[in-house]
């Protein structure tokens, strides 16, 4: 009995040869037509290609709403404004990849906006590799060379790679016939000019005819991605408008009709629009979590979503609204460095988060803040400028007095001396992360989702901030030029820091100890 190939009707599993690709190469761009009103590519893309589900299993890839809109209306050259998380990333770059192995001598680049992220698409293409059908692995489509940052197929002269856009010489020197671009609104140096400049030699390298997708969420009403947004009609990019409520999974419980406003009632009625109930309960828990943040993350039209650049990160009314109620501090200790609101109670545990910085009369600040475990409620605060050894004695002592505390280092830099100096002292309890090492690591992913968690506890819960000084670090907590996020120049963010990993290790403390 002849075995055949997934997706390749006729073909049986020994090795599929260059011919046959290319034959594949020539229906990859095929409109619409029998195949339940899909094209070509769509349906070899469903047929060929894995993705990983949040259960660990593997599934074909499945286009949805967003994908198929973007195939229905992709020209040469597209840019993509979009919600987050719809899945456009992982579907170009499966349509690149069938690109790639289907004609021969095609180079395909993806640019991301950072080295994890780079690494994380390629892992998402490694795994459509491994998982094509037998035929086409052991024919043609052997490699010869895969690493972090390109997949080789000698026998056909064809390669994909995906690069940082940190890396300005990246595509410099290659003919391209595939580029991505991702979240370009969140390349580095997007306000200075850096980016525009490495966009520019990117696109130089750009071979005739060859495909272009620039994709990213809204960053600001500046920047290169925000100046290619507007100029596509001159330059003849196809623009493509993806609102969150285009994504399946984006629902929640189903919102009384009596209580609906206005505005819901006119996005329900909106033709093209048309929000159920469910979308209703969603788009308020995301308007309640992340306030003035969610006409940026959740997209819903082509002009509020761009947030203007340096406002500040936290909800200010919030901020403001709380500085004024903020209570004195019951206790005032070293200059003022030292400050306590919630003495520690027997009973209760707390959370005694250590921000550690280089020390000197010009240094960083280090910064210590003392949560309680149950309540994430703000008890006590330091910051000032100490050594090593100084600001070792001090949390340790702290931590002791709030009831043998648990102690969160931050351990990059100048933490793993701290967490050194702790070990030497004997002291046991000290916060290790889901990686088993002493410590909290900091990385370019887990920061932003521990600021937001911090921004989610302002807006929700600004009664367990208690810090006027800290409360102002966040009023100076912006939106930086370059996309991050950080204090404004001349300001501090170490209590901020401190606090956000303090909020960070309880929410993992109380999840270990409900499991």
């Given at each position: 009995?002849?075995?055949?190939?997934?997706?390749?009707?006729?073909?049986?599993?020994?090795?599929?040869?260059?011919?046959?690709?290319?034959?594949?190469?020539?229906?990859?761009?095929?409109?619409?037509?029998?195949?339940?009103?899909?094209?070509?590519?769509?349906?070899?893309?469903?047929?060929?290609?894995?993705?990983?589900?949040?259960?660990?299993?593997?599934?074909?890839?499945?286009?949805?709403?967003?994908?198929?809109?973007?195939?229905?209306?992709?020209?040469?050259?597209?840019i993509?404004?979009?919600?987050?998380?719809?899945?456009?990333?992982?579907?170009?770059?499966?349509?690149?990849?069938?690109?790639?192995?289907?004609?021969?001598?095609?180079?395909?680049?993806?640019?991301?906006?950072?080295?994890?992220?780079?690494?994380?698409?390629?892992?998402?293409?490694?795994?459509?590799?491994e998982?094509?059908?037998?035929?086409?692995?052991?024919?043609?489509?052997?490699?010869?060379?895969?690493?972090?940052?390109?997949?080789?197929?000698?026998?056909?002269?064809?390669?994909?790679?995906?690069?940082?856009?940190?890396?300005?010489?990246?595509?410099?020197?290659?003919?391209?016939?595939?580029?991505?671009?991702?979240?370009v609104?969140?390349?580095?140096?997007?306000?200075?000019?850096?980016?525009?400049?490495?966009?520019?030699?990117?696109?130089?390298?750009?071979?005739?005819?060859?495909?272009?997708?620039?994709?990213?969420?809204?960053?600001?009403?500046?920047?290169?991605?925000?100046?290619?947004?507007?100029?596509?009609?001159?330059?003849?990019?196809?623009?493509?408008?993806?609102?969150?409520?285009?994504?399946e999974?984006?629902?929640?419980?189903?919102?009384?009709?009596a209580?609906?406003?206005?505005?819901e009632?006119?996005?329900?009625?909106?033709?093209?629009?048309?929000?159920?109930?469910?979308?209703?309960?969603?788009?308020?828990?995301?308007?309640?979590?992340?306030?003035?943040?969610?006409?940026?993350?959740?997209?819903?039209?082509?002009?509020?979503?761009?947030?203007?650049?340096?406002?500040?990160?936290?909800?200010?009314?919030?901020?403001?609204?709380?500085?004024?109620?903020?209570?004195?501090?019951?206790?005032?200790?070293?200059?003022?460095?030292?400050?306590?609101?919630?003495?520690?109670?027997?009973?209760r545990w707390?959370?005694?988060?250590?921000?550690?910085?280089?020390?000197?009369?010009?240094?960083?600040?280090?910064?210590?803040?003392?949560?309680?475990?149950?309540?994430?409620?703000?008890?006590?605060?330091?910051?000032?400028?100490?050594?090593?050894?100084?600001?070792?004695?001090?949390?340790?002592?702290?931590?002791?007095?709030?009831?043998?505390?648990?102690?969160?280092?931050?351990?990059?830099?100048?933490?793993?001396?701290q967490?050194?100096?702790?070990?030497?002292?004997?002291?046991?309890?000290?916060?290790?992360?889901?990686?088993?090492?002493?410590?909290?690591?900091?990385?370019?992913?887990?920061?932003?989702?521990?600021?937001?968690?911090?921004?989610?506890?302002?807006?929700?819960?600004?009664?367990?901030?208690?810090?006027?000084?800290?409360?102002?670090?966040?009023?100076?907590?912006?939106?930086?030029?370059?996309?991050?996020?950080?204090?404004?120049?001349?300001?501090?963010?170490?209590?901020?820091?401190?606090f956000?990993?303090g909020?960070?290790?309880?929410?993992?403390?109380?999840?270990?100890?409900?499991?």
């Amino acid at each position: 009995m002849v075995r055949r190939v997934a997706g390749v009707p006729g073909k049986s599993r020994a090795a599929v040869d260059r011919q046959e690709l290319e034959i594949l190469g020539r229906l990859l761009d095929r409109k619409p037509g029998r195949l339940a009103g899909r094209s070509t590519g769509v349906f070899l893309a469903e047929s060929l290609l894995r993705v990983r589900g949040k259960d660990g299993r593997l599934y074909p890839l499945k286009a949805n709403a967003v994908q198929l809109e973007f195939e229905r209306r992709r020209g040469v050259e597209n840019i993509v404004l979009k919600a987050r998380q719809m899945g456009l990333t992982t579907w170009v770059a499966g349509r690149f990849l069938l690109k790639t192995i289907t004609r021969p001598g095609t180079l395909t680049l993806q640019v991301a906006h950072t080295q994890e992220s780079a690494e994380e698409i390629l892992r998402i293409v490694h795994r459509f590799v491994e998982h094509l059908p037998v035929g086409l692995r052991a024919g043609a489509l052997k490699t010869a060379k895969s690493n972090v940052r390109q997949i080789v197929f000698p026998e056909i002269d064809s390669e994909y790679r995906v690069v940082s856009a940190a890396d300005r010489n990246a595509g410099r020197g290659m003919t391209v016939q595939n580029l991505h671009c991702s979240e370009v609104s969140r390349w580095p140096g997007t306000v200075s000019g850096d980016a525009a400049e490495v966009l520019a030699g990117l696109r130089a390298g750009l071979a005739p005819a060859g495909e272009l997708v620039l994709e990213s969420t809204p960053n600001g009403a500046q920047g290169c991605f925000y100046d290619e947004w507007r100029r596509a009609d001159e330059t003849g990019m196809v623009r493509h408008f993806f609102p969150w409520w285009m994504e399946e999974r984006y629902r929640a419980s189903a919102v009384d009709v009596a209580s609906l406003t206005e505005e819901e009632i006119e996005l329900m009625t909106r033709p093209g629009v048309g929000l159920d109930l469910t979308q209703v309960g969603y788009r308020r828990g995301i308007r309640a979590n992340l306030q003035g943040l969610a006409r940026q993350e959740f997209a819903e039209d082509e002009e509020t979503c761009f947030r203007a650049s340096g406002e500040s990160y936290f909800e200010l009314e919030s901020v403001e609204k709380r500085l004024k109620a903020a209570p004195e501090p019951i206790v005032r200790r070293s200059n003022g460095r030292f400050e306590v609101w919630l003495p520690p109670m027997p009973g209760r545990w707390y959370v005694v988060a250590v921000d550690p910085a280089g020390g000197g009369s010009e240094g960083d600040y280090s910064a210590i803040e003392v949560l309680d475990l149950e309540t994430g409620m703000q008890c006590a605060e330091f910051a000032g400028r100490v050594g090593s050894l100084e600001l070792m004695e001090l949390s340790r002592q702290i931590a002791w007095d709030y009831g043998t505390a648990w102690l969160v280092v931050e351990r990059n830099n100048h933490g793993a001396e701290q967490l050194g100096l702790l070990k030497d002292k004997g002291y046991l309890r000290i916060y290790s992360g889901e990686d088993g090492k002493p410590g909290l690591l900091t990385t370019s992913v887990s920061r932003p989702q521990m600021l937001a968690k911090m921004a989610l506890a302002l807006a929700d819960s600004p009664e367990v901030f208690q810090s006027r000084k800290l409360l102002a670090e966040c009023r100076s907590f912006v939106r930086l030029p370059n996309g991050g996020i950080g204090a404004r120049s001349g300001a501090h963010d170490d209590r901020v820091m401190a606090f956000a990993i303090g909020l960070a290790a309880r929410g993992e403390l109380l999840r270990k100890r409900v499991s």
